[in-house]
């Protein structure tokens, strides 16, 4: 198939036909990927032999799939309707999910109707939520992808959402320009309470507070968490009564629907607009339980990345969404499939035989065509998926244009997959009077594979599917490679090593530091650090 050119594949009509699926309104085409009916066919019996059903139907029910760590990874149960079953270790959780999103709801009520008020009595209208990683990287996508919906907008008129991750001090003084703290709650989203960066972030921040609002009183009216951690929640001077919880059984990068998710979108746009997010992405847990592998989006979409990595030896995978609302998209699947499937090794411990995960990038159309798209058709090849919605956000039809702006948006969306799957000949540049001397250089090789996806319009229900759709793609690429796609060893040296840096540093400002520890690169640059 690496030797099949896209324009013969493309030449099969019944070929075409075949990978164009629809779920719903949501629309799969991968006819643009290398691969006919037979290599379908032996991908599917791939995912058979990895028993990918299996392991499927082991996540939904509960069972520790996540093996390093002996957990479930059940992101599906923060979506499950009220009266749905779904039990570990013989209790049923979605009772408890549905405790935490009731609580959620009450105090997002609260603040926003204006009864629950600041330390001063004024009502709380700017929210800064304080988290990293998994923590931040999913709830500020969908707060983008809402920010232009009309419903959404519309509910979250008046207020405002901002996030604080990096523990760089800069983002300190970005995140708190323009705030008043009379007016500002503040959200610490760390299950442990123990996470350096947000940690630190979290003192600095209140102690603006302090210095602003006159006293420790008013951390209580004015500071609330997602963690697990009560005492330290309580120590850190947080009433009990605002802090929402979440499971060991909710990964991180995963952790939208949770209480890390739910409660900033519910205070920024309201709890029926969250409900509507959490039901969309219950819908694509059905489709991807229930679909027949061939017309399972999840399942198809995850073999296609599986094929391109593991056989065609294709490294990157560039996700191209035309919509401006998916700005902050593709920085949350960078950690949701690069976090979960940059893995050498299988569950057994033995190393993978063959590529696994790869280097994701991307940006939204047309922004992206002046920017990279340029070494996607003449330079490296690499897999693209396509986003599009067939509504948009702001539909804008100005008097005297041939077509509407969306529709302008939308020639490039169904444009490009054709320009990089075709390509252009040196003999239809000759037929089109080119001079001689640029048809070297105006020639595209083509054979660039893509799949395209289109969606209704960009609103919390398709966004809810949109979102869950990637998560089940993600796994699915695990199973197959037989890794564990729920773990994250791989960002645990890092940080031990930066505590001895940490240590290193704190005693060097109060005139000590010993430095033995290090290489001896990382000790000249330390000591150019201090200069």
């Known amino acids: 198939m690496k030797a099949a050119h896209l324009r013969t594949l493309l030449a099969d009509q019944a070929r075409n036909d075949s990978m164009f699926v629809n779920s719903g309104q949501m629309v799969l085409d991968y006819c643009r990927q290398k691969v006919d009916k037979e290599t379908m066919s032996k991908l599917l019996a791939l995912a058979e032999k990895a028993g990918v059903e299996q392991k499927k139907q082991k996540m939904f029910s509960g069972e520790r799939i996540n093996e390093t760590e002996g957990r479930p990874v059940l992101h599906v149960?923060?979506?499950?309707?009220?009266?749905?079953?779904?039990?570990?270790?013989?209790?049923?959780?979605?009772?408890?999910v549905w405790k935490v999103l009731d609580a959620m709801k009450s105090f997002t009520d609260k603040v926003r109707s204006g009864e629950w008020k600041g330390y001063t009595g004024k009502p709380l209208t700017d929210v800064l939520a304080i988290g990293i990683g998994g923590s931040y990287l999913g709830v500020e996508f969908v707060t983008e992808a809402l920010r232009t919906d009309p419903e959404a907008a519309a509910a979250a008129k008046g207020r405002r959402l901002r996030f604080l991750a990096n523990v760089d001090?800069?983002?300190v003084k970005r995140a708190l320009e323009g705030l008043n703290a009379e007016t500002t709650l503040v959200l610490v989203v760390s299950k442990t309470f123990t996470t350096a960066e947000t940690m630190l972030n979290a003192k600095t921040v209140k102690a603006w507070l302090i210095k602003e609002l006159g006293s420790e009183d008013c951390v209580a009216k004015h500071v609330a968490a997602c963690s697990t951690a009560l005492p330290k929640t309580e120590a850190f001077g947080i009433d009990s009564k605002n802090v929402f919880g979440f499971w060991d059984w909710v990964g991180g990068r995963f952790s939208c629907w949770s209480a890390v998710g739910v409660l900033p979108l519910a205070l920024q746009y309201g709890f029926g607009i969250v409900q509507q997010f959490l039901e969309g992405g219950h819908a694509m847990d059905q489709h991807f339980l229930k679909a027949p592998p061939s017309e399972n989006l999840p399942m198809l979409m995850a073999l296609l990345q599986v094929w391109n990595c593991s056989a065609l030896g294709y490294e990157g995978c560039a996700v191209l969404p035309y919509c401006q609302a998916l700005v902050r998209f593709v920085p949350h699947i960078q950690q949701l499939d690069m976090e979960s499937n940059g893995k050498r090794v299988r569950m057994d411990g033995s190393e993978v035989e063959v590529s696994t995960g790869a280097i994701y990038f991307g940006e939204p159309g047309t922004n992206g065509q002046h920017s990279f798209y340029q070494l996607m058709h003449?330079?490296?090849?690499?897999?693209?998926?396509?986003?599009?919605?067939r509504t948009s956000q702001n539909p804008v039809q100005l008097p005297g244009e041939p077509v509407s702006n969306h529709d302008e948006l939308m020639s490039n969306f169904f444009a490009q997959p054709d320009a990089l799957a075709l390509g252009?000949?040196?003999?239809?540049?000759k037929a089109e009077g080119v001079p001689d001397k640029l048809i070297p250089h105006k020639t595209f090789p083509g054979d660039r594979p893509s799949l395209s996806l289109l969606l209704p319009v960009c609103n919390a229900h398709w966004l809810g599917q949109l979102l869950a759709l990637y998560e089940h793609r993600t796994a699915v690429q695990g199973w197959v490679w037989d890794i564990n796609s729920f773990d994250q060893w791989g960002v645990e040296l890092g940080k031990v090593l930066a505590k001895e840096v940490r240590t290193y540093l704190s005693g060097k400002r109060s005139g000590a530091g010993d430095d033995s520890k290090f290489i001896s690169p990382t000790k000249k640059l330390l000591k150019k650090y201090f200069e």
């Open 378 to 389: 003449q330079g490296r090849a690499i897999p693209a998926e396509f986003i599009g919605f």
């Open 169 to 171: 001090p800069i983002d």
């Open 77 to 96: 149960a923060l979506r499950s309707p009220r009266d749905a079953t779904i039990n570990v270790d013989g209790n049923n959780v979605v009772p408890e």
């Open 424 to 429: 252009k000949t040196a003999e239809e540049l």
